[in-house]
C-alpha cells in the first residue's frame, strides 16, 4: 500500500523507474514510456531529415549499394549514422557500469538524462539550415537511439528492446504460431505465453502511437517537437540523480 502511493508522486514514480532495484512492472513500464518516445523520436526523424534514425539494418544496407554505385556521400552518411549509434550504445554502457561502480544506485538515471539532454540538442538541429547542420541532427539522433536502446537492453537483461520493432513483431508471430498450435494440437503440449504476447503487443503498439504523435508534432512543430519528448526523459530520471552518490565504492566484480 506504501509502495502504491508513492507511485502517485512524481518524483517517487520516477525514482522506482530508474531505480537499480528493477521489478517486471517497472521494467514494463519503463520500456513502454521509452518505445513511445522512440517512435516519436523516429517519426520525427524521417519529417525533419526525411530518415529513419533506428534502422541501422536499413543504413547498412546502404553502404555497399551506393558504393557499388559509386555514391560515396550517401554511403558516407550510412556509415555516420551507425557510427553514432554504436557510440551512443558504447557510451551508454561506459556510463551505466561507471556509475555503477562509482554508487552502485541509479545508475540508469543518468543515461535516461544524458538521452534527454541530447533531445534538447537535437531540438537545435531547426537552427542549421545547411547540409552540416542536418548531419548534425541526424548524429544526435542516431546517438540518442543508440544509447536508448543499450540503455532498456541492460535495464532489462535483454528482454526488450524499445527502438525497433523487428524482434518484437518476430516475438509476437512465434507467439501466435504457439497459439495456433495449442488450438490445432490441444495435446501437442505447446502453449503460447499470453504475458509475453500482452507486452509485446503493448510496446509494438506504444511505438506506434509515438510514432503517429511524433508525425503530427514534427510535422507542424519541427525540431522543436523534440522538446517535450526529452522533458519527459529528463522528467523520469532527473529527480533519482540526487540519490547518486559520487564517490568509489572500491574494485568490485559483475556487470550490468
Given at each position: 500500500m506504501v509502495r502504491r502511493k508513492r507511485l502517485f508522486q512524481p518524483a517517487n514514480s520516477a525514482r522506482i523507474l530508474v531505480g537499480h532495484r528493477r521489478s517486471p512492472a517497472s521494467d514494463y513500464l519503463l520500456a513502454t514510456i521509452l518505445a513511445f518516445v522512440a517512435g516519436a523520436a523516429n517519426a520525427g526523424g524521417f519529417f525533419a531529415?526525411?530518415?529513419?534514425?533506428?534502422?541501422?539494418t536499413g543504413y547498412l544496407s546502404q553502404i555497399p549499394?551506393?558504393?557499388?554505385?559509386?555514391?560515396?556521400?550517401?554511403?558516407?552518411?550510412?556509415?555516420?549514422?551507425?557510427?553514432?549509434f554504436v557510440a551512443g550504445a558504447g557510451f551508454s554502457s561506459l556510463l551505466i557500469n561507471w556509475l555503477r561502480w562509482r554508487s552502485g544506485r541509479r545508475h540508469y538515471a543518468a543515461a535516461i538524462a544524458v538521452q534527454g539532454v541530447f533531445l534538447l540538442c537535437f531540438a537545435s538541429g531547426g537552427l542549421f539550415t545547411g547540409p552540416l547542420g542536418r548531419l548534425w541532427a541526424l548524429a544526435c539522433l542516431c546517438f540518442i537511439m543508440g544509447m536508448q536502446n543499450a540503455t532498456i537492453t541492460k535495464i532489462s537483461h535483454a528482454r526488450v528492446?524499445?527502438?525497433?520493432?523487428?524482434?518484437?513483431?518476430?516475438?509476437?508471430g512465434i507467439e501466435?504460431?504457439?497459439?495456433l498450435c495449442h488450438r490445432l494440437w490441444p495435446g501437442s503440449g505447446v502453449r503460447p505465453d499470453?504475458?509475453?504476447?500482452?507486452?509485446?503487443?503493448?510496446?509494438?503498439?506504444?511505438?506506434?502511437t509515438g510514432g503517429i504523435v511524433g508525425a503530427l508534432g514534427y510535422a507542424t512543430?519541427?525540431?522543436?517537437?523534440?522538446?517535450?519528448?526529452?522533458?519527459?526523459?529528463?522528467?523520469?530520471?532527473?529527480?533519482?540523480?540526487?540519490?547518486?552518490?559520487?564517490?568509489?565504492?572500491?574494485p568490485r566484480g559483475g556487470q550490468s
Open positions: 531529415l526525411g530518415q529513419y534514425t533506428s534502422h541501422m549499394d551506393h558504393l557499388v554505385g559509386g555514391d560515396l556521400a550517401i554511403a558516407g552518411i550510412a556509415a555516420l549514422a551507425i557510427g553514432a528492446r524499445t527502438t525497433h520493432a523487428t524482434g518484437m513483431i518476430t516475438d509476437i501466435l504460431g504457439r497459439a499470453a504475458v509475453k504476447l500482452r507486452i509485446l503487443w503493448t510496446l509494438v503498439g506504444a511505438f506506434l512543430m519541427g525540431f522543436l517537437f523534440s522538446l517535450p519528448l526529452a522533458f519527459i526523459l529528463l522528467g523520469i530520471s532527473v529527480p533519482a540523480l540526487p540519490a547518486i552518490k559520487w564517490r568509489a565504492r572500491g
